[in-house]
């Protein structure tokens, strides 16, 4: 018996390899969890404004592969695929709740509109072998709240080449959160694979 409960408990406390991801390097913004309560690689860059009414927004920026579950039926995807989506944080009006007049005026503050825009739909793919080309950004066509039920990192994204990409520069358009710019640089991303420690609940 004590035999068969140690075989059971060493998967869980045995690195997990996470196979091969996109693992995205920028000068601006932070590595990112796709679901941040959940550990493994940092697949995203997170960006935000400078503002701080604004600094609970993250915009989440990543790249998945071929084989991605995608919404609405979570069929695998074929291509190399850009995905945005925003992690909410604690907004400022419902920060240091420590008095019930705080508490109610909080709690009876309508949440702040949310919108993401774009100066132009069009980013920049760069390959290893120097060859560049723009595609067209689905969501930024329109732009989009970050709030919008369903968006997250299994929603739909935009193909940014045929088939696995393993080694490429994307450099965004100007962005935008509320007209307030958010600050973004050049992302390089490349293929590999980590391990990490995993959670049963996710």
């Known amino acids: ?19 091969p991801y996109l ?12 679901i941040r309560t959940c550990p493994g690689p940092h697949q995203a860059i997170s960006y935000k404004t400078t503002s701080e ?10 790249a ?9 039926d979570f069929h695998h ?13 604690t907004p400022p009006y419902m920060r240091n709740l420590d008095t019930k007049e705080k508490w109610d005026a909080a709690y009876s503050t309508p949440p702040p509109a949310l919108w993401i825009s774009a100066a132009s739909p069009m980013a920049t793919v760069q390959l290893a072998n120097g060859k560049s080309y723009q595609v067209s950004i689905e969501r930024l066509k329109t732009g989009f709240d970050p709030r919008e039920q369903w968006l997250d990192l299994y929603s739909p994204g935009t193909s940014l080449g045929s088939g696995e990409m393993d080694d490429f520069i994307l450099t965004l358009p100007e962005l935008f959160l509320n007209g ?6 050049p992302i390089h991303f490349k293929k590999r694979e980590d391990r990490y420690m995993p959670v ?3």
């Not at 995807?77 to 944080?89: G, P």
């Open 77 to 89: 995807n074929t291509d190399t695929e850009l995905r945005m989506y925003a992690s909410l944080y």
């Open 1 to 19: 018996m004590k035999r068969l409960a140690f075989y059971l408990l060493v998967p869980l406390f045995a690195a997990c390899s996470t196979g």
């Open 23 to 34: 693992n995205p390097q920028s000068a601006v913004g932070q590595n990112a969890l796709l």
């Open 64 to 72: 998945a592969l071929p084989g991605t579950p995608t919404r609405p």
């Open 200 to 202: 049963l609940n996710c």
């Open 180 to 185: 307030e710019k958010i600050p973004t640089a």
């Open 53 to 62: 009414e604004l600094d609970w927004v993250h915009l989440l920026v990543y």
